[in-house]
């Protein structure tokens, strides 16, 4: 009896210490609060109003930049669409346009990646307000061997890669990477 109540703990805290369960870090889930970032593969909608010529869209490169006509190379990765705004208005007052108004909007994000115990693993188009549940429906839903109360994102954060498990009802951020675990019968 003595060797059954130790063996059960033991038993148990082998499984948890097997089962790479960590918590993930706060910076994960505060950045869905915060503005959104630009990055590589987002398609930018830039408008420089009274400049027909100079609006566009405009895909964001892997090295994380566009390129504008007249001013160049812009780096976008990393800002907001204000920031970006900004920084071409600036570099087209010199010496281009006197007083240049420009918008930046977000016409494509950059996808999300569903792997594992799926029925259609790849890559899907994100979609503002997209949870977890969504994604995996898009994905074709779960395969019957899905571990379906949560799941492991990989979300870059600041050029830092984080992993986390969530419930499949947290929201995901464009580039999230979702992976469906294999449930153990």
């Not at 895909?59 to 705004?85: C, E, H, M």
């Not at 693993?121 to 949560?150: E, H, K, W």
């Amino acid at each position: 009896m003595y060797m059954k109540a130790l063996l059960v703990p033991a038993l148990f805290l082998s499984f948890a210490a097997c089962s790479g369960y960590k918590q993930p870090p706060t910076a994960f889930h505060e950045t869905l609060t915060r503005p959104y970032l630009l990055d590589a593969s987002d398609r930018l909608r830039i408008i420089v109003f009274g400049q027909d010529d100079l609006s566009n869209t405009y895909v964001i490169d892997q090295a994380g930049y566009i390129s504008f006509p007249l001013v160049g190379n812009v780096a976008a990765r990393g800002k907001t669409q204000w920031g970006l705004a900004a920084e071409i208005a600036a570099k087209l007052r010199q010496g281009f346009i006197r007083d240049p108004d420009v918008s930046v909007e977000v016409d494509t994000y950059r996808p999300v990646f569903i792997m594992g115990e799926v029925k259609n693993a790849g890559q899907y188009n994100y979609v503002s307000g997209m949870t977890v549940q969504n994604a995996i429906a898009t994905a074709g839903g779960f395969s019957l061997r899905a571990q379906q109360a949560d799941v492991d994102i990989t979300r870059q954060i600041n050029g830092e890669i984080l992993n986390g498990r969530v419930p499949i009802s947290d929201p995901l951020r464009p580039g999230d990477t979702v992976y469906v675990r294999e449930r153990y019968y």
